[in-house]
């Protein structure tokens, strides 16, 4: 989301008359966008203020913070740093070219945490894009779930959907200008609920998101993955439309947190840990072979050793094929910053080691039952540890790497697999 965020912010600068420029020695303006969900974000950014201050030599730029550190510390990071000359919250993006102005042409300290104008639209230029054939196409913001450990609410609001057919639009845009996978994002993907069913009229399903999921698919877009998927508002029927629309891609992050009852409830998820297994036995149980990924955070107060070997047998049972490991650490401002932070760091990296390994072995019997197996793979570029390889990823998500060349960029392409790595696959095009 803060990819497609920067994205958004570049095309209305661009839009605005303003050139992006390849370092910050050489700007007028700086902008930082933030990202506060993990601790001491805010003074990452104070650091790397110092750092342009510091290279720019006295010769300093109009310095602006964007994002979610902007938007819940606010007019705190003028008393912070008196570099900072404009604060411009998540939902301020398309104001960004006129706040500058105004902070340049006035001199003062400008700030604008509010919400989005009736009349905003998402829009974003290809030219801003982070890749020509990959592209990221927001469908929700904002998050009502309020978990105890968790910043998102307060600094990226409520739960807003886009219409379904400005959403469409920007994807039948897409494939018309040769892109080959679209990611549909969101804090909380499937709550998608619009203001109004118009796009989705003719298309079946249990909920908006997967009536959503089957229009998407029906513009002909070549892939197409989402992701975060919250588990209670996971609904079975997703996994019918991935098994209906082959461009519906075979990846589901759901992100589990915990393996006990208990913590899940201090952590407010709104579940339990059976109704999370129903839901992964839901997509265990498709047709397709679809690759399922996770979060984890350990060491959440109060989580016991006993609460621990939980969630290491929950991970037994789902078989994940990629896992996100976080050591639980204090938010100020959340619910769970005034629990008890006893779990101690000490025994935080135990765990996280532990859990590490563990999943580590069971990634390594999974990525070798790949082996013999054909995977599609759209070809991204060089890949970073040989010059003579190409690399992409699969349709269930999964880093491919592959002899090539640069010609093969952008193109999708059917690799048979022959080994498996650590954290990727390697093969060779299936020869025709």
């Known amino acids: 989301m803060n990819v497609a965020d920067s994205e958004r912010a570049s095309t209305k600068l661009r839009e605005a008359g303003y050139e992006l420029v390849g370092s910050s020695e050489s700007a007028d303006v700086v902008i930082f966008?933030?990202?506060?969900?993990?601790?001491?974000?805010?003074?990452?950014?104070?650091?790397?203020?110092?750092?342009?201050?510091?290279a720019r030599n006295g010769n300093e730029p109009t310095i602006g913070v964007m994002g979610c550190v902007a938007q819940l510390e606010g007019s705190a990071l003028f008393d912070h740093s008196s570099s900072i000359n404009l604060v411009v919250g998540t939902t301020a993006?398309?104001?960004?070219?006129?706040?500058?102005?105004?902070?340049?042409?006035?001199?003062?300290?400008?700030?604008?945490?509010?919400?989005?104008?009736?009349?905003?639209?998402?829009?974003?230029?290809?030219?801003?894009?982070h890749s020509p054939y990959v592209a990221f196409v927001p469908i929700i913001e904002g998050c009502n779930k309020f978990c105890s450990y968790c910043i998102v609410p307060f600094s990226r609001g409520r739960e807003q959907s886009r219409v379904a057919t400005e959403i469409l639009d920007e994807v039948r845009s897409l494939r018309e200008d040769g892109y080959k996978e679209v990611h549909l994002?969101?804090?909380?993907?499937?709550s998608y609920r619009p203001l109004t069913s118009a796009g989705l009229e003719g298309f079946s399903g249990t909920t908006p998101f997967s009536k959503l999921l089957r229009a998407v698919a029906a513009t002909g877009m070549n892939r197409i993955k989402f992701t975060?998927?919250?588990p209670r508002d996971f609904h079975p029927d997703i996994v019918a439309a991935i098994e209906e629309n082959k461009n519906l891609c075979n990846w589901v992050h759901l992100p589990a947190q915990s393996g006990s009852d208990r913590v899940l409830r201090a952590m407010r998820r709104g579940y339990k840990r059976e109704d999370y297994l129903r839901r992964v036995d839901a997509i265990k149980s498709s047709r397709r072979r679809i690759a399922l990924t996770s979060d984890i955070i350990?060491?959440?107060?109060?989580?016991?050793?006993?609460?621990?070997?939980?969630?290491?047998?929950?991970?037994?049972?789902?078989?994940?094929?990629g896992l996100y490991i976080f050591k639980y650490s204090e938010r100020p401002g959340t619910p769970a910053s005034g629990l008890a932070d006893n779990v101690s760091n000490r025994e935080k990296s135990s765990r996280f080691s532990t859990l590490e390994i563990f999943q580590k072995n069971l990634q390594g019997v999974i990525y070798k039952s790949y082996i013999g197996r054909e995977v599609n793979?759209?070809?991204?570029?060089?890949?970073?540890?040989?010059?003579?390889?190409?690399?992409?990823?699969?349709?269930?998500?999964?880093?491919?790497?592959f002899p090539g060349?640069?010609?093969?960029?952008?193109?999708?392409?059917?690799?048979t697999i022959t080994e498996a790595k650590a954290n990727s696959l390697y093969g060779v095009i299936k020869k025709n």
């Open 93 to 129: 993006t398309d104001r960004l070219p006129s706040l500058i102005e105004s902070a340049r042409e006035s001199q003062r300290q400008i700030i604008d945490v509010g919400g989005r104008v009736d009349g905003e639209l998402w829009k974003v230029s290809n030219v801003e894009r």
């Open 33 to 54: 966008n933030t990202c506060s969900v993990r601790a001491r974000a805010s003074q990452k950014v104070f650091n790397r203020i110092g750092e342009v201050r510091k």
């Open 377 to 401: 793979v759209l070809v991204e570029g060089e890949s970073a540890k040989s010059n003579s390889d190409m690399t992409g990823h699969s349709t269930c998500h999964k880093v491919i790497n």
């Open 185 to 190: 994002i969101g804090q909380n993907v499937n």
């Open 298 to 321: 350990i060491g959440f107060p109060g989580e016991t050793s006993e609460e621990f070997e939980e969630t290491i047998s929950l991970v037994a049972q789902c078989q994940y094929d």
């Open 405 to 415: 060349d640069m010609t093969m960029v952008g193109q999708e392409v059917s690799v």
């Open 228 to 230: 975060t998927s919250f």
